[in-house]
């Protein structure tokens, strides 16, 4: 039996990736969170085979608890789920230690063969994700300028080009403004960019947000 841990922070998806794996007879759904601390406890009092980890979580974000989970159980695989495309988050998530990545939108077709796949020691990426992966790899790949953010500045640098305030911002990622602004010099400074309407530009040009 597949022993999966399901981490969203909404009840309504969670629901609906239980139902998924309901039909496989060697998989079965047997622990829940809602939020970071939720993750690592639940992983300190039960075993899992395999989580299946939002990257979008409230306070400490997927990439950071990934983080977590990588020096706290490296065995357990993590399949991130995002609603985010691919270009944005799928290489970042890899770096960082996940078996695989899959967009939300794909889940209902993908979700099992994921899940079969990196629980037997495989990583799962869609052809897309492997080409860009490809790419990276590539001595002659030359970095584009969001490359060199941090995944925190990353994350900041398109919620401000999604249209979203400081004060909104700063609630979500349990920052204060004050951590938000230096976010947002440094970002510019590493993008060697002078304002977010420049910012945003290049957040569209790059296909970053959806």
């Known amino acids: 039996m597949i022993n999966i841990l399901i981490a969203d922070d ?15 007879p060697d998989m079965k759904v047997t622990g829940e969170a809602s939020n970071a601390d939720e993750v690592i406890s ?22 950071d ?35 695989g990545y899959l967009k939300k939108v794909s889940a209902p077709d993908e979700l099992v063969s994921a899940i079969r796949k990196i629980v037997a020691g495989g990583k799962y990426v869609s052809a897309s994700l492997a080409e860009n992966l490809a ?13 060199n953010l941090s995944d925190r500045e990353f994350e900041v640098m398109c919620r401000i080009a999604s249209g ?17 602004y230096s976010y947002r010099n440094r970002i510019l400074e590493k993008m060697k960019m002078k ?11 790059n296909k970053l947000i959806q």
């Open 42 to 63: 639940k992983m300190n009092d039960k075993v899992f085979d395999v989580v299946v980890l939002d990257i979008n979580m409230p306070g400490k974000s997927g990439l």
């Open 135 to 147: 790419k990276s790899v590539d001595e002659n790949y030359s970095k584009l300028p969001h490359e």
């Open 65 to 99: 608890v990934l983080k977590d989970l990588r020096i706290q159980h490296p065995e357990i695989p993590v399949l991130i789920l995002s609603m985010y495309a691919e270009e944005q988050y799928g290489i970042r998530a890899l770096k960082a230690g996940a078996s």
């Open 10 to 24: 909404h009840a309504i998806v969670r629901e609906g990736l239980k139902q998924i794996v309901a039909e496989e």
């Open 195 to 205: 304002s977010n309407v420049e910012l945003t530009q290049y957040v569209l040009n």
């Open 164 to 180: 979203e305030t400081a004060e909104n911002i700063s609630d979500i990622l349990s920052i204060s403004i004050h951590t938000f």
